[in-house]
């Protein structure tokens, strides 16, 4: 094993970097300005910097795959790009126009491209950041804002092959609420989370579930990704978007592949009593959860506060797989992109 594959092995996920970064910056009189590759090298922040204290602060997460002709592309930037400033809105924070964010891509795929790894799963993780730059501290929306792009070479999220996760449904905590900022993808609503998933991981789980917060019925998202439930009868039901939940590119992308494979496709809300009923029934043949990071995950194994259930053989389920290599071929080029998702970058 070379030094590098040694280091690929023993990396935790998304904790080495490129060599570069982006930066932009925002002020109330200029607007965006100073696109700028520059060394990858810590911030240096005044300690009474707003971000550090009231949390304006939103990022993004998207991949950029090796292609089978050498080439670079990314999977639907642009949806990133339009929830960048869908977030920024949400943080009252100043919004960063959708060609500035392709430009930055481009600019640090370009500069790091010996980077972006070549091996099947494998690929540049790349980390939009944008934060409250104000030095004060007035409880008000920052004036100033910095846009920050990183890159992390990342293998494949399930080096060792896929495992489905046991899930704790999280009946005492809450992610999002009504009128809150579920949809938004905010550091606050990572923080919010990690309690709820020091419980489920006290209770042996993998990941928490999050349900409704008004009256814990409803699933809305698995962790830091989206879910999806395979019936008889070819249909693929995941839960609709609510407002308290992240409206995830791969989720919309799935919707799309699950047509195309003539499945009967619903969004519509979906309780946990039927989720374990119809998991006793057999009507629920496979639960997936799905995210940039590791594409879709099986969910093989619940367990809830009054006591546990396993969705068919607890392992990952065939339109599961199914769905995770198509996703993935189109992504790394192997499989045909009907629908106009890549974009050339590099
Ligand atoms: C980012 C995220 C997702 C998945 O979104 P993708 O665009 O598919 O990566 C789902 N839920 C939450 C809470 C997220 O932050």
Known sequence: MSTSEQAKETAPWGSQFTDHMVTARYEPEQ???????????????DPSTSVLHYGQAIFEGLKAYHQPDGSVSVF??????ARFARSAHRLAMAELPEELFLESLRLLVNEDRDRVPTQSGESLY???LEIASDARLLTQPSLSYLYVLMASPVADYFQHGVHPVRVWLSTEYSRAMPGGTGAAKCAGNYAAAMLAQKQGAEQGCDQVVWLDSVEHR?????????LFFVFSGNR????QLTGTLLPGVTRDSILTLGEDLGLQVEERLISTDEWEQSVADGSLLEVFACGTAAIITPVGEVRHPNGSFVIGDGGSGELTMRLRETLLGIQQGTVADVHNWMRHIA
């Open 236 to 239: 693929l039901v995941t839960p």
């Open 218 to 226: 409803f699933v809305e998202e698995m962790g830091g990704m989206n």
């Open 31 to 45: 607007g965006w300005s100073d696109l700028t590759v520059t060394k990858y090298q810590p911030l240096q922040l």
């Open 76 to 81: 639907r930037p642009e949806q990133n790009a």
């Open 126 to 128: 790349l980390r939009p």
